[in-house]
């Protein structure tokens, strides 16, 4: 129902974050596949951390669902570079078939690495040349309130570089 409890709640995440709407998921799972099929649009290539939730936990929906190709960066640590990212732009360019990268996710704190932040400099860095690029990013912040309570960035700046962001309302909220 239009104007209840959740629209009043998903106004306050927006504010929240400084982003311009939010919606109310069911889960992280279906929120993350959800964003990266909106952002990635026609282009069907995603850079994710190797990792990540969405690359080992989903059962391969996003390529089941949405028909993504993840590219994953990163096997052993938070934080893929920058010259890891222009490398794959590099070579999707390169090849005798252009298939273009639409996306890339980008998972802090990491829950496989004890809770290890990603490089927030490189993040940056990362979130602007993808800008420059046209290609969507995401967070997958899923613990974003405590990296935030670690850290003293707020969860906004945290969103800031992101064109879309999911977080979690159980994850030691």
Known sequence: MLGG???????YCAELLDKEMA??????????QL????????KRRVIVPGLSHVYNDTGDASQNLSNLNLIPLAHDRATF???????????TAGGRVTAEVGAI??????????????????TKRIASYAKEKG?????????????SAYTGISPAEYAEPFDMV???LWKIL
Request: hydrophobic share 45%; glycine share 8%; charged share 30%.
């Open 5 to 11: 409890e959740v629209e009043k709640f998903e106004r």
């Open 23 to 32: 919606v109310f998921m069911p889960s992280g799972t279906l929120a993350n």
């Open 35 to 42: 964003a990266l099929r909106q952002i990635a649009g026609e």
């Open 81 to 91: 570079t920058l010259e890891e990212v222009e490398a794959v732009i590099e070579r």
């Open 105 to 122: 996710l980008i998972e802090s704190p990491v829950r496989r690495l004890s809770g290890e932040m990603v490089d927030w400099e490189e």
């Open 135 to 147: 290609i969507g990013t995401h967070l997958d912040g899923a613990r974003m309130f405590i990296a």
């Open 166 to 168: 999911y977080f979690s």
